[in-house]
C-alpha cells in the first residue's frame, strides 16, 4: 500500500466507546476552547471554568462526575462540534513523532486505532498529517 493512499479512516476511526473521555488525565482546555465550548454551552468563559472545569495545576481541565467521565460524556460527546482541541485531534498526537510506537501502547486503550500496520508505513502518514492542521480532519 502506497502511504500516500492512505486516509485518516483507514487507521483510526472511533468506536464512541467513551473509554478516553473516562479516568484521570485532564482533557486540558485551551484558551481558545474555553472560549468557543462556553458559547456553546451558553456561558461566560470564567463561569464556563467555574462550573465546568477543575484546575491541574494551575491550568483547567474539563471535570469529571462521579462516574470519572467527563462532565460532557453522555453516552455520546455533547459538546462535539467544539470538542477541545485535545479531543479533536486524537489520536494524531506530537508524541507519536518522538516515537511511532507510542502509537500501539495508545492502542491498547482506543478500539478505533489499528495496529495491523507497520510503525515505519504509520509514521509517514502521521508525519504527513502532523504537518497538516489538525483540527480541519474531523
Ligand atoms: S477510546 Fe478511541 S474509539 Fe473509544 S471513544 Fe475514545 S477515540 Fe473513540
Ligand atoms: S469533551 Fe467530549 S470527547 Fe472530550 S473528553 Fe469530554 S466527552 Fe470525551
Same mark, same amino acid.
Given at each position: 500500500m502506497v502511504f500516500k493512499e492512505i486516509q485518516t479512516e483507514d487507521i483510526f476511526q472511533c468506536k464512541k466507546c467513551g473509554d478516553c473521555c473516562r479516568g484521570y488525565g485532564g482533557t486540558c482546555v485551551t484558551e481558545k476552547d474555553i472560549i468557543t465550548i462556553a458559547d456553546y454551552v451558553n456561558t461566560k468563559p470564567d463561569s464556563f471554568v467555574a462550573d465546568y472545569c477543575q484546575m491541574s495545576g494551575k491550568k483547567p481541565v474539563l471535570a469529571q462526575g462521579k462516574n470519572r467521565y467527563?462532565?460532557?460524556? $453522555?453516552?455520546?460527546?455533547?459538546?462535539?462540534?467544539?470538542?477541545?482541541y485535545m479531543c479533536r485531534t486524537w489520536p494524531f498526537i506530537n508524541s507519536l513523532l518522538v516515537d511511532i510506537n507510542n502509537w500501539y501502547i495508545m492502542a491498547q486503550f482506543c478500539?478505533?486505532?489499528?495496529? $495491523?500496520?507497520s510503525p515505519r508505513l504509520l509514521e509517514k502518514y502521521i508525519q504527513r498529517e502532523l504537518s497538516d492542521d489538525l483540527t480541519k480532519r474531523r
Open positions: 467527563c462532565v460532557f460524556w $453522555d453516552g455520546l460527546c455533547m459538546i462535539h462540534p467544539v470538542k477541545p478500539p478505533g486505532m489499528r495496529t $495491523d500496520i
